[in-house]
Nanobody, 130 residues
Framework: QVQLVESGGGLVQAGDSLRLSCAASGLTFSGHAVGWFRQAPGKEREFVAAITWDGNSRYYADSVKGRFTMSRDNAKKTMYLQMNSLKPEDTAVYYC???????????????????????WGQGTQVTVSS
C-alpha cells in the first residue's frame, strides 16, 4: 500500500520561509518522478514543482521560480519543497505526488499534469498572511 505523508505546513507572514516534507512508503521511491501541487479555495489544483525519477531535471511553475526549490532524498524516501519569500497568493493546501509509472522517460510537459501522478498525499495547509 503506497502512502505519501506531507508535513511542515503552517501559518506564516509574507516574506517568511517554510519547508514541506513528504515521506513515501510502499513504492520504490527512487524510481518515481515526484511532484508538488497546490489547491487554493475555489480553484483547481495547480502544478508547483517536479523532479524526474533520475533527478536530472526539475520543473517549476512560473509563479514560484526563484523562490521555491524542490529536492529529493532517495535514501530517506522523502521529497522536500523549500519555500522562500512567501506571498499571500501562495496560500493553499499543498499536495505531494508520485508518478504512476516508475522509471518513465516522459515529455517535459507531462510533469505539469495531475494525470501523470497516481499516488497522492493527503495535503498540508500553508497560509501566508499579509
Amino acid at each position: 500500500q503506497v502512502q505519501l505523508v506531507e508535513s511542515g505546513g503552517g501559518l506564516v507572514q509574507a516574506g517568511d520561509s517554510l519547508r514541506l516534507s513528504c515521506a513515501a512508503s510502499g513504492l520504490t521511491f527512487s524510481g518515481h518522478a515526484v511532484g508538488w501541487f497546490r489547491q487554493a479555495p475555489g480553484k483547481e489544483r495547480e502544478f508547483v514543482a517536479a523532479i524526474t525519477w533520475d533527478g536530472n531535471s526539475r520543473y517549476y511553475a512560473d509563479s514560484v521560480k526563484g523562490r521555491f526549490t524542490m529536492s529529493r532524498d532517495n535514501a530517506k524516501k522523502t521529497m522536500y519543497l523549500q519555500m522562500n519569500s512567501l506571498k499571500p497568493e501562495d496560500t493553499a493546501v499543498y499536495y505531494c505526488a508520485a508518478d504512476r509509472r516508475p522509471w518513465s522517460a516522459r515529455a517535459s510537459a507531462t510533469y505539469y499534469d495531475t494525470e501523470t501522478y497516481g499516488y497522492w498525499g493527503q495535503g498540508t495547509q500553508v497560509t501566508v498572511s499579509s
